[in-house]
């Protein structure tokens, strides 16, 4: 039987007037970047909206944008989006089916040189970015989320949680979306073994071969 994910009250930011509901996924990319729910717009050079087909099937959820993504304004076209665009391919899963985006839309950086090293949000910042995902996941409406990480999982679960412990597992969500946790692609490049990055990218591949399997009734 599959676990349910219950999402608690705490970790959905309270709307407020300057967050408004959309409908389209256009709006959505205006509105967000518009967004002062948080002080990260601040620094970051825009928001970073999801993107993809409007009734995409899967949605993939990574934690937040990088350096590329926030220069280019997409999602994951960076190094982890060709480890992630990879791993879809072997898995039988096109990446123009899926809506691609993240669970906190802008940049958090820390400035080292000419270089912005990657920052964790913190859970205030998820918190207040959830309204967000909320909302692509209302307007796309997918058969299945797939949560890259650990941030991703406690934005779309509410709470802490550890990846090893729900890995593979379909789950779902108070909305009754189903719900899949793994890794995300970063971790991967983070790796120096050469042995261990190979069986972590294959178990990332099975991973998203039970999303293919879920959605489009395709052998694991």
Known sequence: MAKRAVASDSAVA????K???VRSLSALRTAENGCRRCPLYRNATQAVPGEGPRRAKVMLVGEQPGDKEDLAGKPFVGP?????????ADAGIPRSETFVTNAVKHFKFEPRGKRRLHKKPNAYEIERCHWWLEQERA???PELIVALGATAARSLIGRVVTITKLR????????GTRLLVTIHPSALLRMQEEAEKRA???????DLKI????VFKRAA
Do not use: C, M, N, W
């Open 14 to 17: 309270p709307v407020d007037d």
């Open 19 to 21: 967050a408004p509901v």
């Open 80 to 88: 982890a989006g060709r480890v992630l665009d990879q791993a879809l």
């Open 139 to 141: 307007i796309v409406q």
């Open 168 to 175: 593979g597992e379909a789950l779902s969500l108070e909305t």
């Open 200 to 206: 972590a990218y294959a178990a990332f591949v099975r």
């Open 211 to 214: 999303a293919a399997k879920l």
